[in-house]
């Protein structure tokens, strides 16, 4: 049995760098499940196809090419606002389930734990997590942070279109009928809005250590 540290959240909440954070501290791997999304976005858009269109997207999640996760263009917003469309697609949806379950049943390197990022590995992807968090922030806040993020990509945008973009995507995440973006029922809610990375890692490493400790505790041994 592997420990799974589920990390859902909003768009540009931190997550992804708190779920990196976390998995250095314990050992665990990583997977940022977004990215999974983001590839099959960027695969319909260079194949010419319609994320909005199921078959489309459906075809490129079955081709998904894990080796493209490291490249820059899956992190724009488009693509961002792309993957929330192909997410929406339950079909897609399910391709994408069993790798994800499949990583945090035996995480790479033989690690004990997993810290797995998105909107549902609480609530739909490990459900049996030991420890979840839900991470949030003021949309000032987020749009802000990406623009920042942006710009050190030497991508420079207008702050104020890049928090309409974030709260329209959040709307459509919270609101899709399949897996919607919620916090699960035994999550723990981590605002960071007045946090800056160190302190939202505190706050983070606070929340849950305890909760691994407890599963690791309970492990079998031998
Ligand atoms: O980093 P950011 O919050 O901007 O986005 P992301 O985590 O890379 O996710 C991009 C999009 O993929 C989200 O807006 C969701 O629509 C979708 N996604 C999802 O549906 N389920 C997940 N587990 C992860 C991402």
């Not at 499940?33 to 490129?60: F, K």
């Not at 697609?89 to 998105?118: N, Y």
């Not at 949309?139 to 802000?144: I, K, S």
Request: net charge neutral; glycine share 8%; charged share 25%.
């Amino acid at each position: 049995m592997t420990i799974v540290i589920a990390v859902d959240g909003t768009a540009a909440s931190g997550k992804g760098t708190l779920a990196k954070k976390l998995a250095a501290h314990f050992g665990f791997a990583h997977l940022d499940s977004g990215a999974l999304y983001r590839l099959v976005a960027l695969a319909v858009q260079e194949q010419g196809g319609d994320p909005a269109a199921e078959p489309d997207a459906l075809r490129a999640a079955h081709a998904l090419d894990l080796t493209r996760a490291g490249e820059p263009a899956i992190r724009s917003d488009l693509i961002g606002k792309l993957a929330s469309q192909v997410s929406a697609h339950p079909s897609v949806r399910a391709a994408l389930l069993q790798f994800q379950r499949d990583f945090a049943a035996k995480p790479l390197g033989g690690s004990p734990g997993a810290v797995i990022d998105g909107r549902d590995i609480g609530t739909v992807v490990c459900p049996r997590a030991a420890a979840k968090l839900f991470v949030d922030a003021k949309p000032a806040v987020r749009a802000h942070r990406r623009w920042l993020e942006l710009k050190a990509m030497g991508i420079a945008r207008d702050e104020s279109a890049l928090r309409r973009e974030i709260e329209a995507r959040d709307r459509a995440d919270r609101d899709r009928p399949v897996s919607p973006m919620v916090p699960a029922e035994d999550a723990d809610l981590l605002d960071t809005s007045d946090l800056d990375i160190d302190a939202a890692f505190a706050a983070a490493l606070a929340l849950v250590t305890p909760k691994v400790e407890a599963a690791l505790k309970a492990r079998p041994r031998g």
